[in-house]
C-alpha cells in the first residue's frame, strides 16, 4: 500500500514536466536585412530565460520556445525586435536599421564629415555640451578623462600655463610628442610660449623662463562645435609627419538656417594664493649696501626715507657753494 502512494506521489510530480516539456516546440525562420540580405550573427533569445542561439551564414535559425513566449531579435545595427510565438513554427524576420546609429557621423580630415561605421580607424568626438559643462577654462582640459588613450597634463601648476597632450603615450624622448591640432581644415602649432631672461651680465641665468601657455588654450571652449580625435597614423595620414602622434580636429560653430537665436554664457572664478615667500623690505637695490642699477639683489642702501645722490658724490671737504659761484 505504501509503494503505491509512492507512486502515485512521484507520478503526480512529474506530470507538470511532462505538460511543459510538451507545450516546447520547434521554431525556425530566416532573418533579413531591410534590403533582403540574409544577416548571420543575428542574436535570437526567448525573453525571460538564458536561452539563446545565432543565426547561421544564411540567416537561419531554429529554437525550442513555448507558444506562450517571445522571441527577441537583436543585430548591432538594428532596432530589436520582439515577436511571440504563439501558434507559428516558422517565424521570418525583416531587421529595420536603426537611424540614430547608422547616422552617426564623425569629422575626419580636411573637416569631411563620414559615418563612423564606415571608418577603419579609432576615433573620438566630444560635443560641446560634454566641452563647457565642467566650465573649464581652456578646451584642452576639458578633454581630461573624456577620450580613452588622450592624457592631459599641466606643464606647471600657475594659471595659464601650457597644456601637454599626448596620445597612446610618448613616442619620441627628445622630440614633439604631441598630437597635430586643426581648426576647421587649417593646423596650427600649439608649441608654449615662452620667454628667456635677458640677461645683462655674467650673474645672470640664462635658462630661467616664464611659461605663457600655449595657443590652443586661447579658443573660447563656447565657440566649439564639437572635438574630433584621430588616433593613430591611419587617421591623421593626410597631415604627413606633422600628424605621426595623431590629430585633434576642432569645429567651431558656424550660422544655421532657422529663426535668430541668442546663447548667453556667463562663468566667474577667484582663487587665493596658498602661501606667499617672504621678502625682505630693509634693504634697497645693490649689493654690498651700495646702489647698482644693473644688480638684481636687493641688498644696497637701507630703505630708511632718506634720499641719496646717485652718481660722483661729493665729500665734506669740497665747498659747495663756492665752487657753483665760481665755476672753479
Known sequence: MRKTLLFLFLGCLLIPGWQAFAQDKQVSGVVTADDGS?????????????????????????ISAP?????????VGYLSQSIVVGSKTTINVTMVADAQQLGEVVVTALGISRE?????????????????????TSPLDALNARVPG???????????????????????????NQPL?????????????????????????????????NQMNDINPNEIESITVLKGISASALYGSRAANGAILITTKRGKSGKTQVDVSSSFAQSTILRVPHLQNTYGQGWSGLFDRIENGSWGPKLDGKTRLWGNIVDNSQMLEAFLGTGR
Open 38 to 62: 540574409v544577416l548571420p550573427g543575428v542574436n535570437i533569445t526567448l525573453k525571460g530565460t538564458t536561452r539563446g542561439i545565432t543565426t547561421d551564414i544564411d540567416g537561419k535559425y531554429t
Open 67 to 75: 507558444s506562450s513566449g517571445t522571441l527577441v531579435f537583436s543585430f
Open 181 to 213: 591640432f586643426v581648426i576647421d581644415g587649417v593646423p596650427m602649432n600649439n608649441r608654449g610660449n615662452t620667454s628667456s631672461t635677458n640677461a645683462q651680465n655674467a650673474n645672470d641665468d640664462f635658462n630661467r623662463s616664464m611659461d605663457f601657455g
Open 116 to 136: 563612423r561605421k564606415s571608418l577603419g580607424y579609432s576615433t573620438a568626438t566630444i560635443s560641446n555640451t560634454s566641452i563647457t559643462e565642467a566650465r573649464n
Open 150 to 176: 588622450l592624457s592631459v597634463n599641466t606643464a606647471s601648476g600657475a594659471p595659464g600655463a601650457s597644456t601637454v597632450l599626448n596620445i597612446r603615450g610618448f613616442n619620441s624622448v627628445t622630440g614633439n
